[in-house]
Structure formats: C-alpha cells, structure tokens
C-alpha cells in the first residue's frame, strides 16, 4: 500500500472531527443539548457511524465541544495577562475577541469540561490569566480593587449567544462588555460591590458533574 494512504485516513480523521465538533456547537446553539446525535451528524456530512468512531457518547462529544471553548478563552486569557496594553485596554480586547469567537462559545449551555488528568485545568488558569490584569489595574489605580475575576468569567458566559437574532444580539452583547468594563473603573466614589463568587465556587458552578446534572 502507498504510504500516502495511512496519511490521507488520518487526515480525513481530523477533518471529520473537526467538522462533527463545528457542527455540535452549531447544533448546540440552534437546538440545545438534547438535539438527537444522528442531527449533529447530518450537520457535519458524515454518517451516524463516523460520529460513533470519534466519540462513543452523547456525553464524550458534549466533553469535547466544552473543552475546545474552554481551550479558546483559556489562549484569549492568557493573551490579555501578555499583552503590555494597559489593563483595561487588555481587558477590552479580551471581551472583544471573545465576541467575535462567539460561536464556539456553546460551554454556557453545558457547563465547563471534567476535570483534566495530570493537565493544568483550563477554568483555574482563565481565573488567574484574568486576575493578573486586573491586579495590574489594581496596582496602576485605573481598576477597581474589590473586581474580580469571576466577575469576568461570569461576564463572559452571559456575552454567549442568546435567544436572539444575530445582530441584536452582536448590538446588545456589546453595549453590556462595555458597561462591565466602565464598572471596572476605579473611581473616588466607587460603591463597594456585594460579595460575589469565589474561584472554588466559580469552578464548581462551571464545571460539569460539579452541580446539577446536564441538561441532556
């Protein structure tokens, strides 16, 4: 056999994986997480057999779309914690590239991915990339000190599409980003927020098998 064939399979693997995850989250976000798999298969261009190939369960496909969004907002984080913009700036940016990915951001539906083993879990190392911007801000006076980032994360998940046609939705995920960021402000006559989440509670809220059981 041509040593081309194993290489062309494998790359025709990836490609079906890739596109059975693009198609979830379509699905995820126009239909739900109780959508029958054989409609996510459709949606991909591949028959039900191809999705049984890659993931064994409902539940291993579902694992897989979260930790891909996860991974997402994970780099988008750590993008913001490098960037040597001002931390509101750098704060800015992040809510905007978030917006703009929001299409892969279907995670808000489903709760974030199990634990990972042996790996660096990706909703604590958001927390920190996202607390070490503001605690320049803190540091610098332009953020206030009492902000968090749970604020943001949650922030976040409520930026992810809802029930509403695209450009509504583009128009008011907007208007919201920047009166979280303006609220982030500091200011001499700032109002002290009420007690917010705690990052364990954060965790536990966001991931899944932590809470309540999923929705499908």
């Known amino acids: 056999m041509s040593p081309a064939h194993p290489v062309r399979r494998r790359s025709d693997a990836v490609a079906n994986r890739a596109a059975l995850l693009d198609a979830a989250e379509r699905v995820l976000l126009r239909d739900g997480p109780a959508v029958p798999l054989d409609v996510v298969a459709r949606e991909a261009g591949v028959g039900?057999?191809?999705?049984y190939r890659n993931f064994a369960d409902r539940e291993e496909l579902y694992a897989a779309v979260t930790h891909r969004s996860y991974a997402l907002v994970a780099a988008l984080a750590q993008e913001a914690e490098d960037s040597a913009a001002a931390p509101?700036?750098?704060l800015a940016g992040f809510l905007d590239r978030l917006l703009a990915e929001c299409r892969h951001l279907a995670l808000p539906l489903l709760g974030g991915p199990l634990p990972e083993d042996g790996g660096d879990p990706l909703g604590p190392r958001i927390s920190r990339s996202l607390a070490a911007v503001l605690k320049r801000g803190v540091d610098d006076g332009s953020i206030r000190p009492d902000a968090t980032a749970a604020d943001l994360v949650v922030t976040g998940a409520m930026l992810a599409p809802a029930q509403l046609p695209p450009e509504a939705w583009g128009r008011a995920a907007r208007r919201i980003a920047a009166l979280v960021l303006d609220?982030?402000?500091?200011?001499?006559?700032t109002v002290r927020l009420p007690a917010g989440l705690t990052?364990?509670?954060?965790?536990?809220?966001m991931?899944?098998?932590?809470g309540e059981a999923p929705a499908y």
Do not use: H, K, P
């Open 199 to 205: 990052g364990t509670e954060l965790d536990r809220a």
């Open 48 to 51: 039900i057999a191809t999705l």
């Open 207 to 210: 991931t899944r098998g932590g």
């Open 183 to 189: 609220g982030l402000r500091a200011r001499s006559d």
């Open 88 to 90: 509101l700036d750098a």
